[in-house]
């Protein structure tokens, strides 16, 4: 559990305190944090990261008669947004050893009806190969998802994929609560995610249409996957020490497996690997993972 | 004073916050537990109790209780859900989130903007699985009938209560939104409300499932408010009598419902309809540009939006599209001033006669 300091609370107070609620100045604010964060130009912010995941693939199109490469370690969540889109899943075997996709894993896994990978970053760790694998997507013409929502603050992540999803669920390393947001390299793609967020709302279509200076067009099944204000003013106020909240997770991290290292029962991913992590646990290999905590 | 349309005078909504509101969120905050705990958890037993029904799901907004709604329901690929066109999209939004294919209604008329029974009969068919109705406005819809419809023909009956917090179901189960410009807010929010413990245990399940927490943060902020919403809603109800009386002796108008509906209405919003379809955008843009009144158009029907037309077809509902075309929504909250009030009537009452 992270205490929040004075300024976080304030910042929360005070947009209560205004009265505006829903989406507005703070979360554009968000947005272009993080994606300037990300090194991206495109992000939404969301009301969780399951919508984010949701949102992604809405955003990319899978259907039925689609299939979506995830990696068998840490796909759980994005495998259940695929499904609701009702596209197939099709898991890619990863080494027991260094459970994270790597490029040959994943074009093991294609076919004719692949329409995106996932590349997963888990407990807080970078997966190494994520550029990799966005030139494998590019050489197919399928999208690369990055399904960040545990890694947040971890190197380099965000970069590779068409899309990038991130939480801020509280044991995240952003704690806010409920939310997540959708970044990426991909203007049309973000832009869909950002459209279905709220309705499929749009100005434009129905104003020509009907002549109105000020009604709307719906244009597609959208749904409320809206961040409000406040929580976006939180995310504002506590990513100003996201670098510090990482510093501590690595800290803790690393003596943490000299514990268990210790005990003999040696973490798959060590003091370099924990270098580029903003870690939530470390896997061990046995398959399960020892909490970090702060 | 000539106001501008991004600082309305009369604004068609204010939110007062209570400095109890504040300090309930400040303690959440202090105690670093943000996510979805005791004060949901509080807000729901609270709410089921203002209601005077067993379950209250808390969820992260009114379109996701409709997702939970017609879900445990048992709506899924192939049935129908009866709705009205006349309202908010996600009524229908909602049900293909379900698998499913929403069919509209039409309302019963210009006095009563909620469904109208014998129209949603004729649209039964074998594959309608449930009804949905709309409070419109908080004013409620025709609950005996349309319940009655549905249990003769073996369907869900459903509500969409968004706009009517105090009315509990009158079915398998009802939909509340806690958005911020409505009589309950928490900026962003919503609930299911059942009398069926199979339903509530199942909401419960989709809700983790999908990703509809609300956090701890939301429902103690929303929590205070419940307490304020009886005298929130009297206020209501008194300025729209008030804007009843006002508005009776102004040509060119007139207001949907009856006086005595006010009484059963969380009088949500403040619906007029203009006599003339044609003076609908000229009279919005004068009270916006000349008396600084903000006012709002509830609905565009859903069965003209783009998305709906290119799954649906062209459909016609003329008494939908009558009442949306005549339809302006003008200011109403609790602590609307009688002088901001007189204002409101007085720019109609100019507009309408030039």
Known sequence: ?294 | MPATGTSPSVPLFDLRVEPEDLAAVERVLRSGRLEAGEEAEAFEREFAERLGVRHAVLVSSCTAALQLAYLTAGVGPGDEVIVPSYTFAATAASVYACGGRPVFADVAGPHDLGLDPADVEARITPRTKAVCAVHFGGYPAAVDELRTLCDAHGLAFLEDSAHAPLTPPHGLSAAYSFFSNKVLSAGEGGLLATGDDAVAAAAREHRERLGHRLDDVRAAWVRSRLRRIDADVAARRALTHRYRELLADVEGVSVPYTDAAVDTSACYVMPVLVDDPARQVPVREALRDRHGVQTSLLYPPVHRFTAYVERLGELSLPRTEDAAARELTVPLFPHMSHADQDRVVAALRTELAA
């Open chain 1, 1 to 294: 559990m992270t205490a929040l300091r004075e300024n976080e609370i304030r910042a929360v107070l005070d947009c209560f305190a205004g009265g505006w609620l829903t989406l507005g100045p703070r979360t554009q604010k968000l947005e272009e944090a993080l994606a300037g964060r990300l090194g991206v130009e495109h992000a939404a912010a969301v009301s969780s990261g399951t919508a984010a995941l949701h949102l992604a693939f809405l955003a990319l199109r899978t259907g039925p008669g689609d299939e979506v490469v995830v990696p068998a370690a840490g796909g759980e969540d994005a495998a259940a947004a695929v499904r609701r889109t009702g596209a197939v899943v099709v898991t890619a075997a990863v080494d027991a050893g260094d459970p994270v996709l790597t490029r040959d894993d994943a074009e093991a896994a294609l076919t004719p009806a692949t329409k995106a990978v996932v590349v997963v970053h888990p407990h807080g760790f970078p997966a190494p190969a994520a550029a990799g694998l966005r030139a494998l997507c590019d050489e197919r013409g399928i999208a690369l998802v990055e399904d960040a929502t545990r890694a947040l603050g971890a190197d380099g992540i965000g970069r590779a994929g068409h899309l990038t999803c991130l939480s801020f669920a509280r044991d995240r390393q952003l704690p806010v609560g409920e939310a997540g947001m959708v970044a990426g390299t991909d203007a049309e793609l973000v832009g869909r995610a950002r459209l279905l967020r709220s309705h499929a709302m749009t100005a434009s279509t129905w104003d020509r249409h009907r002549g109105h200076s000020y009604s709307y067009d719906i244009v597609d099944v959208g749904f409320n996957y809206r961040i409000d204000e406040p929580r976006s003013a939180l995310a504002l106020a506590l990513l100003e020490r996201l670098d510090e909240l990482v510093a501590a997770r690595r800290d803790a991290a690393r003596a943490l497996h000299a514990e268990l290292a210790a005990a003999g029962r040696g973490p798959l991913w060590g003091p370099d690997r924990i270098a580029a992590a903003a870690p939530l646990a470390l896997p061990l290999a046995d398959g399960s993972a020892a909490p970090v905590k702060l």
